[in-house]
């Protein structure tokens, strides 16, 4: 649990939080514009910066009291900054010494430094000059550091940011992997809200300075003018579990309102090359476009979609300036999809809430999952 | 000693390395902390202190010689401080003198070139050491210097070079005593007064061989320790 009000001036930006509470377990990502303000609450929150002013507990442990600052050696957090920050000079194995050496008996337990260094794909980086790695293999590197540091809290501002496109979804699906596995609560930045779908359990949204409202992934995700929400218009991130690839190359993703019972829907999604093999059975997130969406009265044959999933229309949003209206389904467990139709296909349809109706989706819009 | 079939006197040289080194150790010491301080700082009295630490850079070595045997002088406060920790010399006309004058007169030499290089230091490996639980001293020594060790290297480098080269401040503070205070420089001086211009050139050109020697090195190592931005 965070709790406080921050205060920080860097120049002449001006941070004032606000009165904030969040839980800490999971993943709570700050999100905003550049300029908003996410950087700086993070360095107030990890007491970086010797100017944080105002309240901060973590659980019941004070961090900042006015002037009054728990220096950040006691905090037992771990940092990924944009740029790895590196030793330079270094050999890889001695950039983790530095921070292995470092932890309290207290503190030293957890997976071992060779699960670590293996989960994070970096075994083979060992001796080598930190110098000379790419820059995925850096950031591999300083995930591996910060884990290592075993911390109760890990910070991570936009670690992808610096990174080329390939690197950055191996890196996504690795960080998304590690902190589900390993359970460290972390706050994350970033401005990207596919970042944002795939691995926060809530929001906390900023602009000019302050925190204008923390809520979870599924409340920011179910209004229409969530700031997640960008020219690609609005975003459904459902979870559930992906099973085996199939003969013919789809991979199945399921959910279940309890674990044995048959599934409530099944998504056929194409394996992509840049796909990360993802564990049998493996809890994920599939991210659906509303625009990708369409809606049927009753099931479709002779159609090429694959993706018929029944639901009970929730509600239905009007956006007046584009002509379009967001039509929110509930699925059978429960999950939200959303729907972008023009508001002549609502007409023609005759939709209106609580009515059962199909969502079908194109497979080939399930690519990015 | 015979160079060249001229006779080299061997003390001046001797005199010079010894007071160049000890001035540059303790100017290390003392240096670092005034530029970690001065780095770190945000408020104006900024302004006003970097000029004082700048300020043996332009004044006239008579100027700072004469403050400085007015406040080394047997009766003055410094000079009672140190008796009562129980050194009984006097400090004008000595080699203590002599020490103490060239570390002020070479302070800029020092601090300038390693507040540089605290202010250029990459803020988030600092930081970052800082999340991995590293005291204030600890990353001090295990990163910051590592970090910024051109910057040591060039400012002890320039202190010494700048101490053995040193001649108004030696002649006002510490006199021409032989063995003493009698530097390269002064003996120099103390040649060429006395025509001796044989003398003079010998050591002139050592001196010429040395600092060509010492400002070749100080290059050599500045490429050696480039830091890789990656």
Redesign the interface.
Known sequence: MFKGNLQLKLGNFTLNSGEFQFESTGVTVLFGRSGSGKSTLLRAL?G?DRATRGQLMFHDEPWQMGKQARP???R????V?????????KTVQSNLD??IK???KSRAQGPSFEEISQRVGITHLLPRS??N?SGGE?QRV?IA??LL?RPRVL?MDEPLSALDWRAKTELLALIESVIADYQIPTLYITHAPIEVERLANRVVFMADGRITSIETLAEATTRIDSPLFTEEGPVSVLHGTLGTVDQDGLLPFTASTTPNSPPVFTFWLNRTEHHTAPAQNSQARLRILARDVALAREQVDGISMLNQIPATIQRIEVDAAANRQAVFLTLHDGQTLIAELSSRSVQALALKPEQAVFALVKTAALLDS | MQVFGYPLDVDPILLTLEVAGITTLALLIIGTPIAWALSQMRSRARIFLEALVALPLVLPPTVLGFYLIIALNPNGEIAHFLKSLGYDGQLTFNKLGLIIGSVIYSLPFTVQPIMAAFEALPTQIVDAARTMRASFFDRFFTVIVPLARQGFLVGSVLTFAHTVGEFGVVLMVGGNIEGQTRTVSIAIFDHVESFEYAEAHLLSIIMVIFSLLVLMFVYALNRKLQIKQA
């Open positions: 990890s970086l950040v050696e006691q037992d957090i771990g940092f900054f944009q740029t790895a920050a590196l030793l330079p000079g530095y921070a470092r932890v309290p930190v110098d790695l850096r300083a550091r910060a540091a910070m």
